[in-house]
């Protein structure tokens, strides 16, 4: 067999289904010719991406954009159905319209209007007491906004997002294996060596591949496989999340006046929590509540009768028709990977970093890990970058990860504000459970449980005051009402962070919340709308509408150095490698010139940080490399082929 066709012959004779009838011997035979197609070692794609959630799908549909096969597997049989990011941020709707424009038309379409979830609350329950409410979108036009990026934020729950990037893969041709579970991964001098196993078929299979990512969660398999530790804060919170289907609730706010929103931070005796308002169209929400194992369970504490229990108190309405569809376990804290990288294995998304939910980092950080990877991954593979390209990888989002990690700490502690204001204390929660886990009452488990439980519930019994009638409950109201209205409230538009991070050595952020358009090394090129110059015959400058637009454009990763027309003519041409492209810009009223490449025009130029500039190197992700004038520009050729990273 081998001597025939080799490989092929043993993947055919690896396929065949053996009747139950064949003889022993001839099952055995094949048997034994399956486990030797498993050991072999096939050639798998040049990427293996572990994990087929946001993060794993967005990294193979960018790599099969420009051209590079990517394998996605998951140990799961299917994608989970149990909502947990909900936010996309901007620059995120910006990877997504790297990937194709279909993907942002297809989440617009299928998310809730902005109108029913641009407001946080503060209340008793949803129908209770309210203390305050506000919006973030408030002062702002959707013309401001615009100016921001071609994007826009957007708020769908995690399952139907990875249902439009399944979609969109699958029709990509990228090979997703639900049910594929990696046992083991080594790095060998020209790659990595997987292990796995398909859980339908019991078949286990050795496979050699270029470059594996982890994208396969916080509990990633990969990064316990390379050995990467993760750092930062051991305190673990335990969180419980209730997801409940319970229609006709915003029809009923609106006859209240009381205003929909996405987060309802409720506060009474029974449940302090929140509920995320998913989609109110579609009755659609979770309950996230803290819970103290081993004080609490979910076999006595949260059964299905008990999770109704609460969803209800929750709501605030007995009338509500409230179904449970699913109740899920999980950890909050803040930890980022000492590395995102080990030879060639490679993290990314929770499987590198992980953060509270405050400020919706978690997704969307992981999706711009991706974003990160995949050019350059792609830019190997084709033989267009130096390997070294890759070493860039870790340090700059690990940066980032650390940042965003920061921030989300510093987001959680200002719930935990309002939370003290109202006179509730997550670290007095803390240390009772610290106190009933410790000598004399851990020797006697039911007795420890009885007294958290009793502590624990004591704690809120004053929250029952809230609202106007009691004395104790208004002063408690306005106390909070009074931070929240200070600027004090959760955030949920940090456009700082999201459009103005930079990957500068040391480079920091003075506001999260506020956007300030630069272009320097390692910022984001700023959004101008764009369109080719008159007379201009480069077909594919027509569908770029934006700046951002320039760089993703074309099906292979590609640096664009953006010059005026008098620095055109001193490009180095050595430096015009098959992976770079020069375009002149110019301004709304700039008379015409010569041109040396393709043209566009800027508008809006005039004032912008790209008008400081006679000549701006962009990354393929769409990060500024270099910028200089004209005279530099000739001048800096060493400097800018390195910095172009050709093989």
């Not at 700046?547 to 099906?555: K, N, P, S």
């Amino acid at each position: 067999l081998c001597s025939v066709r080799g490989k092929e012959c043993w993947r055919a004779m690896a396929s065949l289904r053996v009747p139950p009838r064949v003889p022993m011997l001839t099952r055995s035979i094949m048997a034994a010719v399956r486990s030797a197609s498993a050991s072999h070692g096939e050639a798998a794609a040049p990427v293996v991406i572990a994990g087929a959630g946001p993060v794993g799908l967005s990294l193979a549909l960018l790599l099969n954009k420009m051209g590079v096969r990517a394998t996605v597997i998951d140990k799961s049989p299917k994608n989970s159905e149990h909502p947990r990011a909900h936010f996309i941020n901007t620059r995120t709707m910006e990877v997504m319209r790297a990937i194709d424009a279909t993907i942002p038309e297809a989440v617009y379409a299928r998310a809730p209007p902005q109108h029913t979830w641009q407001r946080f609350a503060y209340c008793s329950s949803m129908f209770g007491a309210q203390i305050c409410s506000y919006d973030h979108f408030a002062g702002q036009t959707a013309e401001q906004r615009a100016q921001l990026s071609p994007e826009q934020v957007v708020h769908l729950a995690q399952p139907s997002f990875e249902n439009i990037l399944l979609k969109t893969a699958r029709e990509r041709g990228v090979d997703v294996r639900f049910g594929c579970e990696l046992e083991s991964c080594t790095n060998v001098s020209n790659g990595v060596r997987l292990g796995l196993i398909d859980h339908v078929s019991g078949r286990r299979e050795t496979l050699m591949t270029r470059y594996l990512v982890g994208a396969d969660g916080a509990s990633s398999t990969v990064r316990s496989k390379a050995n990467i530790h993760m750092l930062g804060d051991e305190k673990t919170h335990h969180f419980m999340g209730i997801h409940f289907h319970c229609h006709g609730l915003l029809p009923i706010l609106q006859q209240r006046r009381i205003q929909p929103g996405m987060l309802f931070f409720v506060f009474n005796p029974n449940v302090m929590g929140v509920v995320v308002a998913l989609d109110m169209r579609e009755g659609n929400y979770v309950l996230q509540l803290p819970y103290f194992p081993p004080f609490q369970t979910v076999q006595d504490d949260f059964q299905h009768s008990q999770a109704l229990r609460l969803a209800r108190l929750a709501v605030g309405l007995p009338s509500a028709a409230i179904s449970i569809k699913d109740i899920r376990a999980w950890r909050m804290t803040a930890r980022v990977a000492e590395s995102y990288r080990s030879g060639n294995i490679f993290l990314a998304g929770d499987a590198s970093h992980y953060f509270p939910p405050s400020g919706a980092f978690g997704m969307n950080t992981g999706i711009q890990d991706a974003h990160g990877l995949a050019w350059r991954l792609a830019g190997v593979v084709r033989g267009d970058l130096a390997p070294a390209v890759l070493d860039e990888y870790s340090p700059e989002r690990r940066k980032i990860g650390q940042d965003n990690a920061a921030l989300s700490m510093r987001n959680l502690n200002s719930v935990i504000a309002v939370m003290r204001r109202l006179g509730t204390d997550p670290d007095k929660a803390d240390l009772l459970h610290k106190t009933c886990s410790a000598p004399p009452l851990n020797l006697m488990p039911s007795v420890a449980a009885r007294a958290f439980k009793t502590g624990f519930n004591a704690g809120r019994l004053h929250l029952s005051t809230l609202g106007d009638t009691h004395p104790l409950g208004r002063a408690l109201v306005q106390r909070a009402r009074s931070f929240i209205e200070a600027g004090n409230g959760l955030g949920l538009l940090f456009d700082g962070q999201d459009l103005g991070f930079s990957y500068a050595p040391g480079a920091t952020l003075s506001d999260p919340m506020t956007y300030h358009p630069v272009v320097a090394p390692g910022a984001r090129l700023p959004h101008h709308k764009i369109r080719p110059a008159a007379g201009e015959t480069a077909a594919w400058l027509a569908v770029c509408r934006s700046t951002i637009d320039l760089c993703t454009v074309h099906a292979r990763p590609v640096y664009t150095l953006l010059v005026t027309p008098a620095a055109a003519k001193n490009i180095p041409q050595d430096l015009l490698l098959p992976h770079v492209q020069a375009v002149e810009f110019v301004g709304q009223a700039a008379p015409d010139a010569p041109r040396h490449y393709a043209r566009i025009v800027v508008d809006d130029l005039d004032g912008s940080p790209l008008a400081v500039h006679d000549a701006v190197l962009v990354r393929p992700d769409g990060h500024v490399a270099w910028c200089g004038t004209a005279a530099t520009l000739a001048a800096s050729k060493d400097t800018l082929r390195n910095l172009l990273h050709p093989c």
